[in-house]
């Protein structure tokens, strides 16, 4: 019961960090580069953290595609703010994310076995589900640069595999 209560505070807070009404003012390219760069770097370090905790093959399965995808697109969005003159800066909502991850990092150190597998699938679920949320609401609206848009646009199939994959395996679990 404690696992739950504390993954659905985490989770109510990283959906609450990447909601259109948490962003006070629109981001700035900039910002935006910042925020795909810190959402994909904390998916490859939960991806890494679960391929050395992981108990069940299919959840090993899926946090090894989240650091092979992640880190391909962290390297595809590095190379495009480089290509546009675009140098990451930070923001509040990057901020956020990176001390809820870090809070959710550290809870799931402390679960073991199947109890760490159910706790990482239902992180990956919810997080992709912000993050579906955020870039379809929040980055692409106010993206300014056509070619960053296009980039965050073309990124949005991989997310939504992503989670229909955690899904598919969150329901297995249950």
Do not use: C, R, W
Not at 10 to 39: K, M, R
Not at 42 to 61: M, Q, R, T
Not at 137 to 150: D, G, R
Not at 159 to 172: N, R, Y
């Amino acid at each position: 019961m404690k696992v739950h209560i504390v993954l659905a505070g985490a989770l109510a807070t990283i959906v609450s960090v990447l909601s259109p009404a948490a962003v006070a003012q629109a981001p700035t390219d900039p910002q935006i580069v910042g925020i795909v760069l810190a959402a994909n770097q904390i998916d490859i370090d939960a991806g890494n953290a679960a391929l050395a905790k992981a108990h069940k093959p299919e959840v090993k399965a899926l946090a090894q595609q989240m650091v092979t995808d992640h880190a391909s697109l962290q390297k595809s969005v590095e190379q495009l703010g480089a290509k546009l003159h675009v140098t990451p800066a930070g923001s509040a909502t990057a901020d956020s994310l990176k001390k809820q991850a870090a809070a959710t990092a550290a809870h799931l150190k402390t679960l073991h076995g199947d109890a760490y597998d159910k706790a990482y699938i239902d992180n990956e679920v919810a997080y992709h589900s912000a993050v579906i949320d955020a870039v379809s609401k929040v980055l692409i609206p106010n993206a300014q640069n056509a070619e960053l848009k296009s980039a965050l646009i073309g990124a949005a199939p991989a997310f939504q595999g992503h989670l229909q994959h955690a899904q598919m395996i969150q329901s297995s679990l249950h």
